[in-house]
C-alpha cells in the first residue's frame, strides 16, 4: 500500500490550439527540476480537491483563471520524491481560460510552446512517456505507473480508458 503525495498538473492551451504553456524551471539552481520545462501544477492541499488545486495553482503560478479544464488522466509515481517517497498526479489539460501569463514566476520562465516541439524539450525523462498521451485526442484518459529509483524512471505501465 502506497501513501502517495497528491499532485496535480496543468496544461494549458494556447487559444491557437497549436501551444501550451510551459514553466522553463530556472528560477532557483537548487530546484530538483532545475533546466526542466513542465506544465503548472503543485500539492494538493489538506482540505482541497484536485480541481480546486489545479485552479489554485494556475491562479499562483500565471495568473490564470481556468474556465474550461478536462482531466486527461493519472500517473502514480512510486519512489518519485529525493527521499524515496510516492506521488500520485492528477493531469488536465486547459482548453480556455482568462487571464494573461506574466513572462515568469517564482520557479522560472512562462513560455508558449509548440505542442510538436514537446518531445525536444529538457523534460523529466518519464515525461516522456505520458505527455505524449495528453495531447492524444484519440485517447480519452489514461492512468499510469511510473516509478522512479535514484531519480529515474525504472518502469511503465498505462490503461486507457475509452
Not at 18 to 46: F, P, S, W
Not at 105 to 129: C, K, Q
Amino acid at each position: 500500500m502506497i501513501t502517495p503525495i497528491l499532485t496535480t498538473l496543468a496544461f494549458v492551451r494556447h487559444p491557437d490550439g497549436e501551444r501550451v504553456l510551459m514553466c522553463h524551471r530556472v528560477a532557483r539552481a537548487r530546484d530538483e527540476q532545475h533546466g526542466k520545462y513542465n506544465g503548472l501544477g503543485g500539492k494538493v492541499e489538506r482540505d482541497e480537491d484536485v480541481v480546486a488545486c489545479i485552479r489554485r495553482e494556475l491562479c499562483e503560478e500565471a495568473g490564470l483563471e481556468a474556465v474550461s479544464l478536462r482531466l486527461r488522466g493519472t500517473v502514480s509515481w512510486p519512489g518519485f520524491g529525493r527521499d524515496g517517497s510516492d506521488h500520485f498526479g492528477f493531469i488536465f489539460v486547459v482548453d480556455e481560460f482568462t487571464g494573461e501569463p506574466p513572462a515568469g514566476n517564482d520557479e522560472g520562465v512562462l513560455t508558449w510552446e509548440r505542442i510538436d516541439d514537446l518531445p525536444r524539450l529538457p523534460m523529466w525523462e518519464g515525461d516522456r512517456h505520458f505527455v505524449p498521451l495528453v495531447f492524444d485526442e484519440a485517447v480519452p484518459q489514461f492512468h499510469a505507473v511510473l516509478p522512479y529509483r535514484d531519480g529515474r524512471p525504472v518502469g511503465w505501465d498505462v490503461s486507457v480508458l475509452g
